[in-house]
C-alpha cells in the first residue's frame, strides 16, 4: 500500500463521486438522536494511567480520543454511537464508535439504534460537516443548539433516513478503496 495510491483513489472520488442530494430531506438532530448526553467524565481524573479504553475529549483529531486509558472508577459509554467535541479547536468533530469508551464532559454521545459501522461512519461525515460551519470556539454545542441544528440525509420512500443508503454507499467507498490498493 503507497501514499500515492491512497492519494490517487481520494482524488478520483472527488471527481466522480459526486452524490444527487436533491432529493435529499433535512433533519433536524432531535429527530435522530432526541436524548443526546453529555460526557460525565473528567480527563484529569484518568492522566497518566495508562491502559486500553479510548478518553474522547474535546479533539477533531485522532477521532477524538486524546489517549488510551485505565476504565477503573470510570462511566463508560456504549459502543455503536456517535460523538462530537463539544469544545476546543476540534468542536463539532463528530466520530463513530465501535467500541466501549470513557466520554469526558468536552464531548456529546449521540445514539440510535439504526447505527452500524458504516451509517454511523456516513452520518459522521455529514454531522461533522455541518457542525464545523456551525459552531465554534465561541459558539460550543449547547444541547439546545445541537438539537435544532439540521443535517441533509438520503430518504426512503416514507420519508424517513435512508439507513441502507447510508450502509451501502461506504461499503461501496470501502470496496473501491480495497481494489484501487490491489
Known sequence: MTLSKIDNF?????????????????????DLFPTPKRGSNKATKFKGKIGKT??????GYNEGISYLTTSEGA???????????????????????????IATNDCWVLDNSNLTKNS????????SSVAKNNFAWTKKPSEK??????????????????????????????????????
Open 75 to 101: 462511566k463508560l459509554s456504549n459502543e455503536n454511537c456517535l460523538t462530537m467535541s463539544a469544545n476546543g479547536a476540534g468542536v463539532g468533530s463528530t466520530f463513530y464508535r465501535s467500541e466501549k469508551f
Open 10 to 30: 481520494v482524488k478520483e472520488v472527488k471527481l466522480t463521486k459526486n452524490i444527487d442530494t436533491s432529493r435529499w430531506k433535512e433533519f433536524k438532530i432531535s
Open 120 to 127: 454511523g461512519l456516513f452520518m459522521a461525515t455529514i454531522i
Open 145 to 182: 443548539l445541537l438539537l435544532k441544528t439540521k443535517i441533509k440525509l438520503p430518504v426512503d420512500k416514507k420519508g424517513e433516513p435512508d439507513w441502507e443508503y447510508m450502509e451501502n454507499y461506504i461499503k461501496t467507498l470501502s470496496l473501491s478503496l480495497a481494489k484501487a490498493l490491489i
Open 54 to 59: 479510548p478518553l474522547i475529549a474535546a479533539s
